[in-house]
């Protein structure tokens, strides 16, 4: 038999250790810190990093009652602090920045016209810091704004976003979701379409991994969020729907880091709306999601970039809309 002494020790190294597990289970896994802020406060922007630099272009912020868009491109380089570089050639937002052979190429966004803000454009176009200018590319064969584009093998799919649903092309409510896949091969100038997205939506974010392409959460225009998660695979040049984001979110950001997929942010416009904090993570092993964060600055029309091992978040807005707009970056930084 065993002492009541000895039991006694025993069930005291026995708390002990519980009381150690818990505290070591306690400990954040994630640290997160502040990146340099941007010169100006900007959202919509979809971020990209070219020869190890990050590169925002265009977006937008409320000016009073007005919605103001940029053409301001901004360089974070060696220095620690951001740099005006190359103007896009009009102010435009929602564009997205895509890195192809180290060289800094955009796709789409909305410009203004007489009609509107919201001008849906075919643009493509490509950095050349040679000549310190933005030079003009085949243009998609499609209107297409708000959407995903990933480069994959070479090539850049476009993924869904927004087009125009009628003749007239200039206000927010002019358009309609799309599930158009148009695929660029930059090398031999071609548009081509692969199989289209299972859920038309724009506002999501996408990344590639393992050869395919992960197209997360969004919004419908006439729909509102959604949280699906469906995978592209060019081998066979089709779909598959894996596990839903936990959320339905939009206007978010996503990166690869550390075997998972990193979703930040966005809003949401039911009871006045607002923006979401929480940090969740899909394991692309295990293939689940989970919830790892909290993020200090919770907003939508962010950027997400990976660079230096760290999740740099850039911009966006602190409330649901173009209010509150912001020049914040943070970082997130794995501890494990």
């Known amino acids: 038999?065993?002492?009541?002494?000895?039991?006694?020790?025993?069930?005291?190294?026995?708390?002990?250790?519980?009381?150690?597990?818990?505290?070591?289970?306690?400990?954040?896994?994630?640290?997160?810190?502040?990146?340099?802020?941007?010169?100006?406060?900007?959202?919509?922007?979809?971020?990209?990093?070219?020869?190890?630099?990050?590169?925002?272009?265009?977006?937008?912020?409320?000016?009073?009652?007005?919605?103001?868009?940029?053409?301001?491109?901004?360089?974070?380089?060696?220095?620690?602090?951001?740099?005006?570089?190359?103007?896009?050639?009009?102010?435009?937002?929602?564009?997205?920045?895509?890195?192809?052979?180290?060289?800094?190429?955009l796709f789409g966004g909305f410009i203004n016209s007489a009609r509107g803000q919201w001008t849906n454009t075919d643009a493509v176009m490509s950095l050349n810091l040679q000549k310190n200018?933005?030079?003009?590319?085949?243009?998609?064969?499609?209107?297409?704004?708000?959407?995903v584009a990933i480069n994959l093998a070479g090539k850049i799919h476009v993924i869904?976003?927004?087009?125009?649903?009628?003749?007239?092309?200039?206000?927010?409510?002019?358009?309609?979701?799309?599930?158009?896949?148009?695929?660029?091969?930059?090398?031999?100038?071609?548009?081509?379409?692969?199989?289209?997205?299972?859920?038309?939506?724009?506002?999501?974010?996408a990344v590639a991994y393992d050869d395919k392409i992960h197209v997360i959460g969004g919004r419908q225009v006439d729909g509102g969020n959604v949280d699906r998660h469906e995978v592209y695979d060019p081998a066979d040049?089709?779909?598959?729907?894996?596990?839903?984001?936990?959320?339905?979110?939009?206007?978010?950001?996503?990166?690869?880091?550390?075997?998972?997929?990193?979703?930040?942010g966005g809003e949401h416009f039911i009871d006045g709306g607002d923006v979401f904090s929480d940090v969740w993570r899909y394991d692309l092993h295990r293939k689940n999601w989970s919830k790892v964060s909290v993020m200090p600055l919770p907003r939508h029309g962010l950027g997400a970039v990976l660079a230096d091992d760290k999740v740099w978040l850039i911009g966006g807005a602190a409330k649901a809309g173009a209010k509150a707009t912001s020049d914040t970056v943070s970082q997130l930084t794995s501890l494990q």
């Not at 200018?133 to 959407?147: A, G, R």
């Not at 007239?168 to 930059?186: A, E, K, L």
């Open 1 to 105: 038999m065993v002492s009541r002494h000895r039991l006694s020790r025993l069930l005291g190294l026995i708390c002990l250790a519980a009381s150690g597990a818990a505290s070591a289970a306690a400990k954040p896994i994630y640290h997160w810190s502040a990146g340099p802020n941007l010169p100006a406060p900007v959202q919509e922007i979809y971020p990209a990093v070219v020869q190890g630099n990050i590169y925002v272009a265009g977006g937008l912020a409320q000016d009073g009652e007005a919605i103001s868009i940029s053409d301001d491109v901004f360089v974070l380089k060696d220095k620690p602090t951001w740099q005006h570089t190359v103007s896009l050639p009009e102010p435009r937002h929602h564009a997205m920045l895509v890195n192809y052979r180290e060289t800094l190429w």
């Open 133 to 147: 200018q933005w030079e003009k590319q085949t243009p998609m064969p499609k209107l297409v704004s708000e959407t």
């Open 160 to 205: 869904g976003g927004r087009t125009v649903k009628g003749k007239v092309n200039g206000r927010w409510h002019d358009h309609t979701d799309t599930d158009w896949h148009g695929v660029f091969d930059p090398k031999a100038d071609v548009w081509t379409t692969a199989a289209s997205m299972p859920t038309p939506r724009n506002s999501a974010c």
């Open 237 to 264: 040049d089709s779909w598959k729907t894996l596990p839903r984001l936990p959320q339905e979110q939009a206007g978010i950001a996503c990166v690869v880091y550390r075997h998972g997929i990193f979703v930040f």
